[in-house]
C-alpha cells in the first residue's frame, strides 16, 4: 500500500475530526457540543453501564438470531443496487486518485482499509450500546467489527462479479440467486407453517435454524455469533476467531483477484450517491431515483392563482413535493391507509378510548414526519437569496411556503382518519371534527419548524457521524419544537374545553374554539415568521 494512500486515510480521519469540533469559536458552538456529546455520553454509558445490573440476552438466542441478521443483510444487498456504495469513490477521490500512480489493486486496498478504519469506530460504539446482549465486551467489539468487514467485502464482491459478467448478466444473476435463498427459506419453513403453531418470527427462525438447509446456509455466518457470545476473547472465541478470519481472507482474495474494470462503474456509483446527496441538501426531502431506462411518472399541478404572489410559489412547492419527493409522500399515504386495518386487526376497536389513541398517534406523526415534509423554508435553504430578491411581499412568501408541507399532511392524516372510521375505531362524525382541527394544528407545526429554522437554519443532511455539535443543535431545536408545540396544543385544548363546558359539554364548541385558538396561535407566528425572514442574510446565516 503506498504511503500516499494511507496519508490520505489519516487526513480523512483528522477532516472528521475538526469538523466535528468546528464552530467551537463561538459560545453557542461551544453550547451545542457539549449538548450533543452529553446526550451521546449518555447514551453510551447507559448502555455499557446498565447491562452489569439489568438482563442479559442468552447467548443461545444471540447465537441463533446473529447470523440470520448477516444473511438478512446479505440478501437485502443481492436484490437491492444497495451494495454500489460499497466501492463508490466520491468525486474528490475520482478526480485525485484515478489519474494518479496507482493500481487497481491498491485502490480497493485503500477503500478496504478506509472501510476497516470506519468499522472501527462503529463496532466500538455498537459493542457500547447492546453491551446487554453480549458476555464479554472485548469479545462483542471483536465479533461486530468483523461482521462489518464481512458485509463490506461481501459487498464488494457482488459488484466486482457483476462488473466481470456484465450488467445484465449480473442483475439477473444477483436476483435469481436472492430468489433462491428466499426459496430455500420458504420451503424450510413449510413444515412450521403447516403445523399451525407457533407461526412468530421467532418461532419461525428457529424452526428455520434446526432445519438441515438452515444450517447449511447459515454456516459461514456462524462463526461471527460464536465471537459475538463468547465469554472471552482468548482462549474461547480463538476457534470461531480463526474461521471468521478465514471467510474474509477469502473474501479479501476474491475481491483482489477478480480482473474487472471497476473503476468506471465506482465512479459513476459515487457520482450517482453525491448527485442524490446534493438532491437531498437543494430540496430537503428524500427524492425517488427512477430506474434506469424506466419512463418517469410526470404528475403536474394545476396552476394557482396569483394571490399577491403566494399562488406560484405555493404550486413550485407542491409540485416539488408530488415529483420529486414522492417516494416520501407516497411511504407516508400508504402508512397512513394501512393503519386503520392495522389497528383494527391488533384490537384496537376494543380500545377504551380509540379517539385518544389515534390522536397520539397524529401527534406523533406532527412531530416525527414534519421534518420529512420540507417543501417550505427548509427546502429551499439554497435558494433563499431568491426568494429575498423576488418582487413579493416577505408576508406572502411566509404563507405560500406554509401551504404544501400543510395540504400533503392533511391529505395523509384524513386517509388515517377515514380509515379509522371505516373499520369502525370511530363514529363517522369523527372525521369531519378531526379534519377541522388537522388543518391549523398542521399549519401551527410546520409555522414553528421554519420559524425555528429561520432563526437557527441548517441543512437536513449537514450533521455528518461524529458531528457533536450539529447533533446538539439538532436535539436543542428538536426540544424547542415540542416544548412549543405542547404548549400551544394545551393552550388551545383548555380553550376548547373551556367552551365545551360553557355549552353544555357540546363537542362542536370543543371542536371549532380549539381549531379556531389553534389558528390563531398560527396567525400569531406569521409576524415573527415574516421578521425571521426579513433579517435572514444567505450570506452568513447559512450553515454548510
Known amino acids: 500500500m503506498p504511503i500516499a494512500l494511507l496519508t490520505l486515510i489519516a487526513l480523512h480521519g483528522h477532516a472528521r475530526l475538526r469538523r466535528a469540533l468546528r464552530g467551537v469559536r463561538t459560545v453557542r458552538g461551544v453550547m451545542f457540543l457539549a449538548l450533543g456529546g452529553s446526550i451521546v455520553a449518555i447514551w453510551m454509558a447507559s448502555g455499557f453501564f446498565g447491562a452489569h445490573h439489568a438482563w442479559r440476552t442468552d447467548p443461545d438466542t444471540v447465537r441463533t438470531f446473529y447470523p440470520m441478521w448477516l444473511l438478512t443483510i446479505c440478501v437485502l444487498n443481492l436484490m437491492t443496487s444497495a451494495g454500489e456504495r460499497a466501492i463508490a469513490f466520491t468525486p474528490a477521490e475520482v478526480d485525485l486518485l484515478f489519474p494518479g500512480p496507482f493500481t487497481r489493486r491498491q485502490l480497493l486496498g485503500y477503500k478496504l482499509l478506509k472501510s476497516a478504519a470506519g468499522a472501527v469506530v462503529t463496532a466500538t460504539l455498537f459493542s457500547m450500546l447492546f453491551r446487554h446482549h453480549v458476555q464479554s465486551w472485548a469479545a462483542g467489539g471483536v465479533g461486530i467489527f468483523l461482521s462489518l468487514l464481512f458485509l463490506q467485502l461481501f459487498s464488494m464482491a457482488v459488484v466486482l462479479i457483476g462488473e466481470t459478467l456484465g450488467a445484465h448478466a449480473h442483475t439477473r444473476g444477483r436476483k435469481m440467486l436472492a430468489a433462491a435463498i428466499v426459496g430455500i427459506v420458504a420451503i424450510a419453513l413449510l413444515p412450521a407453517l403447516r403445523a399451525g403453531h407457533g407461526t412468530s418470527a421467532a418461532h419461525l427462525a428457529l424452526a428455520f435454524a434446526s432445519t ?33 478470519m478465514l471467510v474474509l481472507a477469502i473474501l479479501v482474495t476474491i475481491v483482489m483477484w ?110 416525527l414526519f414534519a421534518n420529512a415534509l420540507r417543501f417550505d423554508f427548509r427546502g429551499d435553504l439554497d435558494q433563499l437569496d431568491v426568494l429575498k430578491s423576488l418582487p413579493v411581499k416577505p408576508a406572502a412568501i411566509v404563507v405560500a411556503q406554509l401551504i404544501a408541507p400543510t395540504l400533503v399532511l392533511t391529505i395523509c392524516q384524513i386517509a388515517l382518519f377515514i380509515g379509522a372510521v371505516s373499520f369502525g375505531l370511530v363514529a363517522a362524525n369523527f372525521l369531519l371534527a378531526a379534519a377541522l382541527i388537522a388543518v391549523p394544528l398542521n399549519a401551527l407545526v410546520f409555522a414553528i419548524e421554519n420559524l425555528l429554522f429561520l432563526l437557527f437554519p441548517v441543512q437536513m443532511w449537514a450533521v455528518s457521524p461524529g458531528d457533536l455539535q450539529g447533533a446538539g443543535r439538532r436535539m436543542t431545536i428538536f426540544f424547542a419544537k415540542t416544548i412549543l408545540l405542547l404548549v400551544a396544543c394545551g393552550v388551545a385544548a383548555g380553550a376548547g374545553g373551556m367552551a365545551s363546558i360553557v355549552a353544555g359539554k357540546s363537542p362542536a364548541a370543543f371542536v371549532i374554539t380549539t381549531a379556531g385558538v389553534l389558528a390563531l396561535e398560527t396567525a400569531a407566528l406569521l409576524p415573527l415568521m415574516v421578521t425571521a425572514f426579513r433579517r435572514f442574510d444567505p450570506s452568513s446565516d447559512t450553515t454548510p
Not at 438447509?213 to 476467531?241: N, W
Request: proline letters at 7%; aromatic letters at 4%.
Open 212 to 244: 438441515r438447509s438452515g444450517r447449511i446456509m447459515l454456516a459461514p455466518f456462524a462463526a461471527f455469533g460464536q465471537i459475538v457470545t463468547a465469554k472471552d476473547l482468548v482462549p474461547y472465541a480463538m476457534p470461531s476467531l480463526l474461521l471468521a
Open 258 to 367: 477478480l480482473d474487472a474494470q471497476y473503476l468506471e462503474a465506482a465512479a459513476s456509483a459515487g457520482q450517482r450517491v453525491h448527485e442524490r446527496m446534493q438532491r437531498m441538501r437543494r430540496g430537503g426531502a428524500i427524492s425517488l431515483r427512477a430506474q434506469p431506462g424506466a419512463r418517469a411518472m410526470r404528475l403536474s399541478i394545476p396552476p394557482l392563482p396569483r394571490v399577491g404572489g403566494v399562488g406560484p410559489i405555493a404550486w413550485r412547492q407542491l409540485t416539488t413535493a408530488v415529483r420529486q419527493s414522492r417516494a416520501v409522500v407516497m411511504l407516508l399515504l400508504v402508512m397512513c391507509v394501512a393503519l386503520g386495518p392495522a389497528l383494527s386487526i391488533a384490537g384496537a376497536a376494543e380500545h377504551r378510548d380509540p379517539v385518544a389513541l389515534i390522536i397520539s398517534i397524529v401527534f406523533s406523526m406532527n412531530v
